[in-house]
């Protein structure tokens, strides 16, 4: 109890004003019921925010909250009004141009509820009109009502509109379409200095990231971007943007845009990229095409077709066109490989989806094979004569029966044999699944091995420089089944003189 008293008092004597407030609001209390003494605790804060620099034909909203210190009045509401030079007020009232919201809340403080009303103003598309220094109509007021009382609090502001001549301007020289190689300094030039600002910075961003930045800028010297010896990569949204102060309060940014592009081209190999793929694995090509932005076709030609088919959507189980960023090349995978997916496959630049291959495309040969054709059978028949002896009988609903010669008997479990001997088959189908079952059982998976290199070629020419080359083969052993094919180059050519030429 001693230790409390104590402490209360040292308070007290730190903030003798608080304490004064305190005895006074005790004695008003117990007062109260005797006099209804209205004590003078209502308020208004100060609008906010407390710095109101809209520019002009943007929107604006400031907001005043009124609230009872001591938790005994309870806001009714709060207007906005105008007042002029002769203190003549003019309430401002809801228009197309004009809206209030409000809300209330409730805080607890020192055991007291006090509950609060914020009420915003909110011009649309503010004018010089709404400046406060404009004509008769000038400072604002927010004045707050509690309810059942005459108090009336008020809070002054000022709305200090920016003139739309009052923003700078800058401008971005204007590109036209690069070609790669080329070298260009594009400019960003103040237009027009605010005459109430001052200039913070200037900075180029390329897609949305800094690359460059100048602080305190001059506005005579123009901040050049400079591109040298155009790639792909220097392709983009360039944008300039300029910072200021403006009447040194209000940050404001203005920004110029240009689109730098880089004419497409092909980098891409002397020759066709030739594919093998088995049977329902997937593929990819990677087309060499370059620019930005860049857009590409694939086109595909069946093996043994004349027919182009054009514009392969990619957006399918089958097809996928992808690519890993806007400077990455096109990608397109081809999922679950058939026989029937070899061909030609072509990547092109546009051409409106034309069946022209010739021209600005490149070209992919794809071979699909079946990997059980690699699978010698241990019954004396060579899975590979699957197509000569299966395509006579595609459609034809025609008989064939299987003769096993070899040692067949250990693999015969589980097979369809009708004796020890001899399959009897009606269809393909039949027959395709009779390999398949076969396959299952007998054949073992064998990664390929190179074979040694082959001793090198002649020089191509019989004078001045040339190239022999030396190949090796995936044959040691031959890759079987499903197992691994051989990885690393099949063939090496080596530079080669054969004197000067006469
Ligand atoms: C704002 O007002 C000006 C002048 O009345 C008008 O030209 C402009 O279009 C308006 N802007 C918007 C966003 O309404
Ligand atoms: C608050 O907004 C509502 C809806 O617009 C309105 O009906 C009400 O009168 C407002 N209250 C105050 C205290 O301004
Ligand atoms: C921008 O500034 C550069 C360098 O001072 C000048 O060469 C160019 O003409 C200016 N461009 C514009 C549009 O004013
Ligand atoms: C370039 O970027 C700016 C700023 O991000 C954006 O306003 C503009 O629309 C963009 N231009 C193009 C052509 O994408
Ligand atoms: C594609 O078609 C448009 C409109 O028909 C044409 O202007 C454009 O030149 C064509 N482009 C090509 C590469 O053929
Ligand atoms: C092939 O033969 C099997 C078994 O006799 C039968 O179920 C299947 O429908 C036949 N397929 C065709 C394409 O005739």
Same mark, same amino acid.
């Given at each position: 109890?001693?230790?409390?008293?104590?402490?209360?008092?040292?308070?007290?004597?730190?903030?003798?004003?608080?304490?004064?407030?305190?005895?006074?609001?005790?004695?008003?209390?117990?007062?109260?019921?005797?006099?209804?003494?209205?004590?003078?605790?209502?308020?208004?804060?100060?609008?906010?925010?407390?710095?109101?620099?809209?520019?002009?034909?943007?929107?604006?909203?400031?907001?005043?909250?009124?609230?009872?210190?001591?938790?005994?009045?309870?806001?009714?509401?709060?207007?906005?009004?105008?007042?002029?030079?002769?203190?003549?007020?003019?309430?401002?009232?809801?228009?197309?141009?004009?809206?209030?919201?409000?809300?209330?809340?409730?805080?607890?403080?020192?055991?007291?509820?006090?509950?609060?009303?914020?009420?915003?103003?909110?011009?649309?598309?503010?004018?010089?009109?709404?400046?406060?220094?404009?004509?008769?109509?000038?400072?604002?007021?927010?004045?707050?009502?509690?309810?059942?009382?005459?108090?009336?609090?008020?809070?002054?502001?000022?709305?200090?509109?920016?003139?739309?001549?009052?923003?700078?301007?800058?401008?971005?020289?204007?590109?036209?379409?690069?070609?790669?190689?080329?070298?260009?300094?594009?400019?960003?030039?103040?237009?027009?200095?605010?005459?109430?600002?001052?200039?913070?910075?200037?900075?180029?961003?390329?897609?949305?990231?800094?690359?460059?930045?100048?602080?305190?800028?001059?506005? =005579?010297? #123009?901040?050049? +971007?400079?591109?040298?010896?155009?790639?792909?990569? !220097?392709? /983009?949204? @360039?944008? &300039?943007? *300029?910072?200021?102060?403006?009447?040194?309060?209000?940050?404001?940014?203005?920004?110029?845009?240009?689109?730098?592009?880089?004419?497409?081209?092909?980098?891409?190999?002397?020759?066709?990229?030739?594919?093998?793929?088995?049977?329902?694995?997937?593929?990819?090509?990677?087309?060499?095409?370059?620019?930005?932005?860049?857009?590409?076709?694939?086109?595909?030609?069946?093996?043994?077709?004349?027919?182009?088919?054009?514009?392969?959507?990619?957006?399918?189980?089958?097809?996928?066109?992808?690519?890993?960023?806007? =400077?990455? #090349?096109?990608? +397109?995978?081809?999922?679950?490989?058939?026989?029937? !997916?070899? /061909?030609? @496959?072509? &990547?092109? *630049?546009?051409?409106?989806?034309?069946?022209?291959?010739?021209?600005?495309?490149?070209?992919?040969?794809?071979?699909?094979?079946?990997?059980?054709?690699?699978?010698?059978?241990?019954?004396?028949?060579?899975?590979?004569?699957?197509?000569?002896?299966?395509?006579?009988?595609?459609?034809?609903?025609?008989?064939?029966?299987?003769?096993?010669?070899?040692?067949?008997?250990?693999?015969?479990?589980?097979?369809?044999?009708?004796?020890?001997?001899?399959?009897?088959?009606?269809?393909?189908?039949?027959?395709?699944?009779?390999?398949?079952?076969?396959?299952?059982?007998?054949?073992?998976?064998?990664?390929?091995?190179?074979?040694?290199?082959?001793?090198?070629?002649?020089?191509?020419?019989?004078?001045?420089?040339?190239?022999?080359?030396?190949?090796?083969?995936?044959?040691?052993?031959?890759?079987?089944?499903?197992?691994?094919?051989?990885?690393?180059?099949?063939?090496?050519?080596?530079?080669?003189?054969?004197?000067?030429?006469?």
């Amino acid at each position: 109890m001693l230790v409390y008293a104590r402490v209360k008092i040292e308070v007290c004597i730190k903030h003798i004003m608080r304490c004064v407030m305190v005895a006074l609001g005790i004695l008003m209390v117990s007062v109260k019921g005797l006099y209804a003494f209205d004590r003078d605790t209502f308020g208004i804060g100060e609008p906010f925010p407390p710095n109101i620099y809209p520019v002009e034909f943007t929107s604006v909203q400031v907001t005043c909250v009124a609230f009872d210190s001591s938790g005994i009045k309870t806001p009714e509401k709060i207007l906005f009004v105008r007042k002029d030079r002769y203190a003549r007020y003019t309430f401002l009232t809801a228009d197309e141009n004009l809206y209030f919201t409000n809300r209330t809340e409730e805080v607890d403080k020192d055991g007291k509820k006090i509950k609060k009303l914020f009420v915003t103003m909110h011009i649309r598309n503010v004018t010089l009109e709404e400046d406060s220094t404009y004509g008769q109509l000038g400072r604002y007021e927010c004045h707050a009502f509690a309810v059942g009382s005459p108090l009336e609090r008020k809070h002054g502001f000022s709305i200090n509109v920016i003139s739309r001549d009052e923003l700078p301007s800058i401008s971005v020289t204007e590109a036209n379409m690069l070609q790669h190689g080329d070298s260009i300094i594009v400019f960003c030039n103040i237009t027009r200095p605010s005459w109430s600002s001052r200039l913070k910075r200037i900075s180029w961003f390329k897609n949305g990231v800094v690359q460059q930045s100048v602080r305190y800028p001059d506005q =005579y010297s #123009p901040v050049p +971007l400079v591109i040298k010896n155009a790639a792909a990569r !220097d392709g /983009g949204n @360039y944008t &300039c943007v *300029l910072e200021v102060s403006l009447r040194g309060i209000r940050r404001y940014k203005v920004s110029d845009s240009v689109m730098i592009t880089i004419a497409p081209w092909f980098d891409k190999p002397q020759g066709d990229t030739e594919l093998n793929k088995f049977k329902e694995e997937s593929v990819s090509f990677q087309c060499a095409a370059k620019g930005f932005p860049l857009n590409v076709e694939w086109k595909f030609q069946k093996s043994g077709e004349d027919n182009i088919r054009s514009c392969i959507s990619g957006s399918d189980a089958k097809y996928r066109i992808h690519r890993s960023g806007i =400077y990455a #090349p096109y990608v +397109l995978t081809v999922n679950d490989l058939q026989y029937s !997916d070899s /061909g030609s @496959y072509y &990547c092109c *630049l546009p051409s409106n989806c034309s069946d022209d291959v010739k021209n600005n495309c490149q070209r992919f040969v794809l071979g699909v094979r079946d990997d059980k054709f690699r699978c010698k059978l241990d019954l004396g028949l060579l899975v590979d004569m699957t197509e000569t002896i299966s395509s006579p009988l595609k459609g034809k609903g025609a008989r064939l029966v299987v003769t096993a010669t070899g040692a067949k008997s250990k693999h015969q479990r589980g097979l369809r044999g009708v004796d020890d001997r001899a399959y009897r088959l009606s269809n393909y189908t039949e027959l395709n699944d009779l390999f398949d079952d076969l396959a299952k059982v007998i054949c073992q998976p064998v990664d390929g091995g190179f074979s040694d290199w082959s001793p090198f070629s002649d020089c191509d020419v019989t004078c001045g420089s040339g190239v022999k080359v030396r190949t090796r083969t995936c044959t040691n052993p031959p890759r079987q089944w499903k197992g691994k094919d051989c990885v690393g180059a099949r063939k090496e050519s080596m530079a080669c003189n054969e004197g000067p030429c006469k």
